[in-house]
């Protein structure tokens, strides 16, 4: 799927413009969307879903104008969104509630969605506890049932919002996989603050600041932002200033700093960039 | 004194409630005095004075269900159990003055339905303490909202509906709930000293 | 077939709750009881009975729905399950509308079956339309009542504040199964507006009524009106709650 965001403006009463004549492209496939709390992801995704108007401006996907309501549900029979925060019916088992969550999607037949159900659950590693109320999983296991959810009905357009948020590094890496498949063939939109995710999995990222398109394009695009300018600082008391510090790693001589600058202190070494690095350097231009 | 005052600042709009309940009553005796006899008054009062203990029992379970902060308030000093009863002490404390109030006020007006003096202070203030009461056991118990606010009706119909109309004595028709009510609070006063068994209620596992 | 495989989850949803069966076992037995000592009870052994039970269940328990469900239309913005449905390709309506059915069967199941109890009660001893009046009763007297007190809930919980919504929609209730047209106060006990059922008892299964009412005897129309009337607050109550929730979404 294609998307096209065109000139969008999302007004909240009192608040700051949550986005502020956004124009962006995104092309098929894996798209990392990132930004600081409060750039307009969380906005931008349920513009996409659906769930809320733009104030001004239009978003196409496939060609489609999302502001025609027939549009809107024609997408959503095509969608798979998980939010950032949600807490499944706790009274039901994951399968009933894979259940209803495929009645939601207008999947009619019950043999369908049983089969789809457990499929899902068994990607997802809670085949054993799925017949358990959910009130009783763990964190990590209810974000899986929501992963879980996401996918019922074979969605064409996928929107998760911080889906690793809580799992642990090995299901992170196995829901990472997942998606990386799901995406060859169909849009990943994947909002998360873990860098790795994204560097691991997308090819296309966009970044957001202020409700604006800060980044667009191929990540190797914003890693190379910090082309150049990465140093691994010696061993030294204090933080280096005009710096952005990436990471610090204590030492017995001092402390050894990953920085993003254009002035780095004597006897530091210049190194590979990543996507923090580039990151980083985009947020220290603005 | 700080930790009441913390918990006041959170919890004053429903401190006000009561008294806004009050003064809303008072008002409308005050207003009907003039135009209708008090036998006719009487009769709306008797629906009237029955908003306050509702609302008590309403406003308690509001207050003892839903924090999200419980496991951190039991890793500190002053534990979940000092915060449920303060919460209730407050919101108890607010709607028997408000309650003492109105039953002054209408007490002076000769509005107060089925009046026997100044011992009839002990309906409206005992009914908001049953209800109070047998709220924070169930709350304890329960931990859940949608339950904690049924019970205040279910206490409430009980009183209203079967218990007073057949013990007409204000002492004996109060005190024995209230006794019952006592009892249940220091159940589940002790049992909601029970940290392990708060925070495994509330928490994801 | 859709909208049944949604009510039935929703109705696994609610059947799950403890707390609504906690409330409305307890609830329907109180006013069994209530049914049965008062002094206006025609007792358990006739259809009268029977009609007046289901009167004062109609009256009693949906003190406890208005209550209960002022988070019907809001629960879901907590717990982010809102959000979700909002992306389903089914309307919103129809989804809180699966809700609604589900916690209704629910709520009117247990006096439902109180009813049926004693209507099995009279069948026995030779009554052969008692249960077919039971159900009727639970259908026409009891069925409204309770969605009407869980609408009055669910519009006050999405407008106000949820305690707020809780004890207005308690003391709402109060005003309109309680308020006897006696007093000086406007009321709709004792005309045709009323909804806990007295033209309906009165007009169609020929009872006495709990309040006197204002024009004469209810006739076979007032009961047609009454529950046209009901039928139509139902639907506006509802229509208002999803409405005023998905508003404030919006701002939210």
């Known amino acids: 799927m294609f998307i096209s965001i065109d000139h969008l403006t999302k007004d909240f009463r009192g608040r700051p413009a949550a986005l502020n004549d956004l124009t962006v492209d995104l092309p098929q496939g894996m798209i990392g969307l990132i930004g600081p709390n409060g750039a307009g992801k969380t906005t931008l995704m349920r513009i996409l879903t659906g769930i809320i108007k733009p104030t001004t401006g239009k978003v196409f996907i496939d060609g489609q104008d999302l502001s025609s309501p027939a549009n809107r549900r024609n997408l959503k029979r095509h969608l798979g969104y998980l939010p950032q925060h949600i807490t499944p019916y706790d009274n039901l088992s994951p399968l009933e509630f894979l259940d209803y969550i495929g009645i939601l999607k207008m999947i009619d037949n019950k043999h369908m969605r049983q089969e789809q159900t457990h499929t899902l659950l068994e990607q997802v590693g809670l085949k054993d506890v799925m017949n358990l ?82 980044y667009d394009g191929p990540t190797e695009g914003l890693i190379h932002e910090a082309a150049g300018h990465t140093w691994i600082t010696p061993p030294i008391a204090a933080p280096p200033e005009n710096a952005t510090i990436i990471n610090a790693e204590p030492t017995p001589q001092g402390t050894r700093y990953r920085i993003v600058t254009d002035t780095p202190p004597a006897g530091s070494v210049e190194t590979a960039p990543n996507l923090e690095d580039g990151y980083m350097a985009l947020a220290s231009e603005r | 004194m700080a930790f009441v005052g913390i918990q006041l600042k959170r919890l004053y709009r429903l401190v006000l ?65 000092k915060v449920q009863v303060t919460r209730m002490l ?30 009839s202070i002990i309906s409206p203030v005992g009914s908001i303490f049953i209800v109070n009461c047998l709220v924070f056991l169930i709350a304890v118990l329960t931990t859940s909202m949608p339950t904690s606010s049924l019970a205040p009706i279910a206490i409430w119909l009980f009183l209203c509906f079967v218990w007073d109309p057949y013990i007409t004595d204000p002492v004996r028709q109060r005190l024995i709930p209230l006794f019952i009510a006592a009892a249940g609070a220091i159940f589940g006063w002790n049992m909601c000293g029970d940290a392990e068994r708060n925070v495994v209620k509330v928490a994801a596992l | 077939m859709r909208i049944l495989s949604l009510v039935r989850i929703t109705l696994l949803m609610f059947y799950r709750r403890k707390a609504l069966w906690m409330a409305s076992i307890p609830l329907a037995l109180f006013a069994l009881f209530l049914a049965y000592a008062s002094p206006m009870s025609p007792g358990f052994s006739n259809i009268q009975g ?76 030779g009554n052969g339309k008692a249960i077919l009046v039971a159900l009727a009763v639970a259908l026409v007297i009891l069925s409204p009542s309770i969605l009407i007190a869980m609408g009055i809930s669910a519009l006050l919980g999405a407008l106000l504040p949820t305690i707020v919504a809780r004890i207005l929609a308690v003391l709402v209730w109060a005003w309109l199964a309680f308020y006897t047209p006696l007093l000086p106060l406007p009321t709709l006990n004792g005309g045709p507006l009323a909804v806990i059922g007295d033209p ?25 009106i009454s529950l046209l009337w009901q039928a139509c607050i139902i639907f ?13 979404k919006v701002r939210v």
């Not at chain 2, 908003?51 to 309403?58: D, K």
């Open chain 3, 50 to 125: 029977l009609v007046f039970t289901g009167q004062v269940l109609a009256m009693f328990t949906p003190l406890a729905y208005a209550a209960s469900f002022s988070d019907l239309m809001t629960a879901g913005r907590r717990t982010g399950m809102d959000e979700l449905e909002s992306t389903s390709p089914l309307p919103m309506a129809v989804i809180r509308s699966a809700h609604v059915l589900g916690a209704w069967v629910i709520c009117i199941s247990s006096s439902l079956l109180f009813l049926v109890l004693i209507a099995v009660r009279q069948a026995i001893n």
């Open chain 3, 236 to 248: 506006l109550l509802f229509t208002g709650a999803n409405m005023a929730s998905n508003h404030i």
């Open chain 1, 133 to 214: 109320p959910i009130r009783g999983l763990s964190g990590g296991m209810r974000r899986r049932v929501g992963i879980a959810q996401a996918l019922m009905g074979d969605p064409q357009l996928l929107v998760v919002d911080e889906p690793t948020a809580g799992l642990d590094p090995e299901e992170r890496m196995r829901f990472r996989t997942l998606l990386a498949q799901l995406g060859q063939d169909r849009s990943v939109i994947l909002s998360t603050h873990i860098l790795d995710d994204v560097a691991q999995t997308c090819p296309w990222v966009c970044v957001l600041r202020f409700g604006r398109k800060q």
């Open chain 3, 200 to 224: 309906i008892a009165q007009g169609w299964f020929h009872t006495n009524p709990m309040y006197i009412p204002a024009n004469g005897p209810f006739t076979i129309q007032s009961g047609v």
């Open chain 2, 17 to 81: 409630l009561p008294f806004i309940l009050t003064a809303g009553i008072l008002f409308v005796g005050f207003l009907l005095e003039g135009i209708w006899s008090p036998g006719r008054i009487r009769p709306l009062m008797m629906v009237l004075t029955q908003v306050p203990v509702i609302a008590a029992g309403l406003s308690t379970a509001f207050v003892l269900n839903g924090d999200p902060i419980i496991e951190l308030a039991e890793s500190t000093p002053t534990g979940w159990r």
């Open chain 2, 90 to 119: 407050i919101i108890t404390g607010a709607f028997l003055t408000a309650v003492g109030l109105l039953f002054i006020g209408l007490h002076m007006m000769r509005l107060w339905p089925r009046d026997m003096g100044w011992v």
